[in-house]
């Protein structure tokens, strides 16, 4: 794709879902609402019915049922994509998430593919309160059999998601939804100071920074990206700190790519969307603890949400959510 | 006459919660006072242009967020909330504005709430889907509150006394289990339950021969919970029907569905209606709006005026007041 | 004829996949074959003793766990096995030993996953309630299966050719919720998918009047779909009850529920019956031993001893195995 | 109680229940087959429906529909207590605990009393497989509004359920099902060598220890202690290594007191029955690291169980669960 090219978020990854549907006869698509013209609550489906009239299926309002129907089919050998209107709605599902399609792996004495995608919208900042809102995917991790991966603007989904599927594992893609309408990042040019590679397995770690030697690297799933650049960038601008972002496309398992050379910063932080307790980032923290040389005096910092319900109110949603402001502030009290 | 008595004691605008409190056991009589059709009529305007202000607003860009209006079903939640008293457990859903103004006649706090200003409902944190005050809530997960409305029915029951527990859902919310979970749960101990049913045959785009297989009757019937269809928009009228069913609800303790055949005349949420204008106009040929405007066109008019006036002004009132100031813990 | 060409087919303890194709058009002739029936009923009483002979092994130490005997009801999946395809889709439940016997005739892969064997079914992974061979599957929540096996049914008809899927429920499970959201959509979009209910009127220790309000009949008829009841226990009288249901299933492409009404005569695990003696001897008085007792005695006594032989040898077989050696990756 | 009197924790459990329905007129029990006689499947609630036959209600199999029912008695003034069967079946639930019962406490704007139990047997060992055997803790950590405790032989539920009630929260109490069975600690001296004492909030960590300054402190949940016990015994005997056990009745959020003086170990051990990913000694570890005095050089040790399924045979269980020989094991290798 030539780098100049304004893709949005939402037309790769509907792009990449049509593609898959495309080559692969056993790709279904589930959830609610998701045919044409309306296309899904974030139009991530729009047109893909009209292609695929037999395999994009609108269900009634039953996300426990519908997830076992994909789970059906995954077991009859099709590659069921779910997706949940809302990811909280996930929940009403969890069981058939944790007890079936992850245990379909290898509680039978044997490895198994169960090749299933369950795709949730996640996060704040759209006003919808506080059952509508959530980011749950600290929920998920540590589920044998299970994979988690993040939408980000920095990745390419049109092979990801194939491959996703040929994994035979069953596993979650989180899509914050303010991420959508969102300009993808195609080019290794950030902007004139800040500049965007990839590597680790598959290149699925994003990295974006000025230089080599940064003060700080900041661990972030894809929905945290765009706020912490632009805390990256004030940091750089306004206090002459200069930080290292990394956005992985797999959450879980933490990859030890992701901590590649960490030890070399003065601070290391995570940031999510999550409240807090039982992060995804006590989770690399607790990874880095394992990895890392402890007598590098490097310190950790956690970023998430407040511990409290979503707030409904557009100005009450920020007040708990972890927006650049505070991520910068954040930032630079921890560095004295 | 009891009616009159209690929707005269609802003063517009008023915010203060109403002590709706009836006695079920009273009939109401069948020829419709004038006074009291004029009140109920005035709220359903009422509801109706709050309602539209709000898609105005959510196109202005004064709004964000949510908000599923009740355009075409106010007819609803205006003939059953003064037959509940205010010890009865109401849990509406993300459809649930008419059926809080109903209640309470609250249009300040509710729009406040929308607003995210200090005086709403819930101070903003709650917003137009998570509602609570009293026994009344909402919340915004299809399905959800059924079997919490059923804990509360046994409560109501175990307390003794004639109280029951309301639930409010869409015919689309019939695709979830836990309805059917807690109707299984409220015939087997005969609880005080009644699922007001807003049949408007769509869940956001998909209608509902796409997602209900049968009929809501049947499967009601299947659990052996008593149900009734009601299917006309003259308030009295509907209320005249239903008295007989919630009197029997409150003395024998046995649950009910009550279906409502009604049209949902706007969009699912913001302008995000997948339906042809054809469709719609004949959906509103038969709605109560067409029928109270024939019953008497003058006064629909006069009551009209009134009625966009009072939101227009409320509007501006809530509009100037400072956003909340609610912190998290 | 077809069955006892299928049934000669099934070499006793036999554990290897059994190719139970089976033309479901074909139908079965209605005076019934002393050896067809001779060979059922040692399957029956197979299965009988497998089960008694796990409750022994519990009594004395020699398993842990838990098991739940499908003692009484043996009778379904002899008399449905035979008319799959080893292409449908079977889903199983916590009770579920009898309809892996039935379908497979693989007495020593099941016990050998119940000892925690190499040579188990799952390596002694899954155990009792959960199994996994080619497209039969059980897993021990209750209910999860019915939405499950839905998708499976919605893959056979996108296949075209004439496969179901198959989901055994007891009647408790009538209280998930996700069994009326999979009927719904078995209904809605037409699915070759069978419910199986073995309904034996108790839920571990809770009579089915105190947990399943209405009848299951109607609550299938009010999804729209078909229903069959069998109370018989007579195996071939059975099959032709169901095979013209069956076929529909097959050739329409729609829903079936077969409730059978059966009475578990074992404890709901080990040892925890609470119902009291009386009610069981009744129990016992009206079930398939007793039926095909009173037919032939001596047959019965006959292939009683077989049986117990069989299971006998078997049993001493599989201990003298090696524990499984699986390794979590 | 008189210290000489052998208890287990199962009549412990079940009598604290009795005096709490007994003083507590607002209190229900609810849940699967848990009336008499078979008092559900652990016995947990044996005896009670004979003597509260009104407040023992025995559910149809609907644990999405019974816990949202036990919502609507909580709402209602009520004090709700849940028991799922097994813990692994809360996931049907996950939408009534975490969207319903959660969000009630913070989510209108006021913070409102939802006083509600739900209690999870939980844990292996018992050959039920693996949708019957699972320790989902981890899986309720970090949700707003909800806390999690653990029930142990070594603290008494008398005045511990009358506490969660009274706080007003919603609730997780887990309990190892093959602790039930066990005999409670309730003299100061474990044996010979090993003493017993609580300290903290309400005396809610128990800590059994030869003496001060041991060379390790094991952190754990109520169902590992009989393990780690077992370990630290070996250790002692076999090793000459000295460990001080910790057991926390609240799992979340971590107390502050349970790390107290955390610093002055060489290492610092959790041990869960959990797979491994987003543990609850993820989450201690946590704290631990922004707590404590970095320049101890001090390790951290998390044991879980391994990241599979659990199998139903009883060897293949020990294989994958922290069994007090794989503890000693670990242990000694990380002394090392
Ligand atoms: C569990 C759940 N799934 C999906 C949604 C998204 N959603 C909100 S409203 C709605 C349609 C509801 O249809 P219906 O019950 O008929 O009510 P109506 O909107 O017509 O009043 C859907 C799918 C939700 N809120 N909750
Ligand atoms: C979701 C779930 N809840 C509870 C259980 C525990 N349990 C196992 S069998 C059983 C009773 C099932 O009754 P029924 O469906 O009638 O089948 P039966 O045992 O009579 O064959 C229960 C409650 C379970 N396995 N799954
Ligand atoms: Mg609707
Ligand atoms: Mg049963």
């Known amino acids: ?336 | 006459m009891l009616y009159s008595r209690l929707e005269m004691s609802l003063p517009a605008g008023s915010d203060g919660p109403q002590n709706l409190k009836v006695d079920a056991s009273l009939k109401i009589s069948s020829n419709s006072e004038p006074s009291r059709e004029e009140d109920l009529l005035h709220t359903l305007l009422r509801i109706r242009d709050f309602e539209s202000a709000l898609l105005e607003l959510f196109s202005l860009g004064e709004l964000s967020g949510t908000t599923h209006t009740c355009l075409g079903q106010e007819h609803v939640p205006v003939a059953l909330m003064p037959l509940l008293s205010d010890d009865d457990f109401v849990f509406s859903n993300h459809r649930g504005h008419g059926h809080y103004l109903a209640r309470f006649d609250d249009y300040h706090g509710l729009l406040a709430e929308i607003m995210g200003r200090d005086s709403g409902i819930c101070r903003g944190v709650g917003g137009s889907q998570h509602i609570r005050r009293g026994n009344y809530f909402s919340t915004g997960v299809q399905g959800e509150s059924v079997p919490v409305a059923c804990g509360c029915a046994w409560q109501k029951k175990a307390e003794g006394g004639n109280g029951l527990a309301l639930a409010f859902i869409g015919d689309g919310t019939w695709g979830q289990g836990a309805v059917y979970e807690a109707l299984n749960m409220a015939s087997l101990w005969s609880l005080p339950l009644v699922i007001a049913v807003e049949n408007n045959e769509i869940s956001q785009t998909t209608s509902s021969d796409r997602n209900l297989a049968g009929t809501i009757r049947d499967r009601v019937a299947a659990f052996g919970v008593d149900y009734l269809c009601i299917k006309i928009v003259d308030v009295l009228d509907m209320r005249e029907q239903i008295i007989p069913f919630l009197e029997q609800t409150r003395q024998e303790r046995t649950p009910l569905v009550i279906e409502f055949k009604v049209s949902r005349l706007g969009p699912h949420s913001k302008g995000d209606d997948t339906r042809n204008p054809a469709t719609l106009e004949r959906l509103e040929a038969n709605g109560w709006e067409s029928y109270y405007r024939a019953k008497d066109s003058d006064r629909f008019s006069r009551l009209e005026l009134h009625s966009k006036e009072f939101i227009d002004a409320l509007i501006e009132q809530v509009k100037n007041e400072p956003l909340s100031e609610w912190q998290a813990k």
Chains 1, 4 share one sequence.
């Open chain 1, 1 to 336: 794709m030539a780098s100049e090219m304004k893709e949005r978020v939402l037309e790769n990854l509907n792009l990449a879902l049509s593609k898959l549907l495309e080559k692969d006869e056993r790709v279904v698509v589930i959830g609610e609402d998701i045919v044409d013209p309306y296309g899904g609550a974030f139009k991530v489906t729009r047109g893909l019915s009209e292609k695929f009239p037999e395999r994009i299926l609108s269900t009634p309002i039953s996300e426990l049922g519908f997830t076992g129907f994909a789970n059906g089919l995954a077991l009859a050998g099709r590659r069921p994509i779910v997706e949940f209107m809302f990811g909280d709605f996930s929940l009403l599902a969890a069981d058939q998430i944790i007890n079936f399609a992850a245990k379909s792996v290898e509680m039978y004495g044997r490895t198994y593919a169960h090749s299933i995608l369950f795709r949730c919208p996640v996060g704040g900042h759209r006003g919808y309160g506080a059952t509508h809102s959530q980011s749950l995917q600290k929920h998920f991790i540590g589920v044998p059999g299970l994979d988690l991966f993040e939408l980000s603007p920095l990745h390419d989904m049109n092979h990801r998601l194939p491959r996703i599927l040929d994994s035979g594992r069953p596993s979650i893609l989180f899509e914050q939804k303010t991420m959508y309408g969102q300009l993808r990042i195609q080019s290794s040019d950030l902007d004139n100071y800040f500049r965007v590679d990839h590597f680790g397995d598959h290149e699925d770690i994003a990295r974006v920074r000025v230089d080599r030697g940064a003060d700080v690297l900041i661990l972030c799933p894809g929905g945290q990206f765009d706020a912490c650049q632009k805390a990256a960038r004030q940091l750089l601008f306004e206090h002459g700190v200069e930080c290292e972002i990394r956005v992985p496309f797999s959450l879980y398992p933490v990859s030890d790519d992701l901590l590649e050379d960490a030890g070399s910063f003065s601070l290391v932080v995570t940031v999510e969307e999550s409240t807090p307790g039982g992060t995804w980032g006590n989770e690399v923290a607790a990874k880095f603890g394992s990895n890392s040389d402890r007598s590098i005096q490097n310190k950790f910092l956690s970023i998430t949400a407040v511990d409290s319900p979503i707030p409904s109110a557009h100005h009450l949603e920020r007040q708990v959510l972890p927006v650049a402001s505070k991520i910068e502030l954040k930032i630079k009290d921890a560095l004295q």
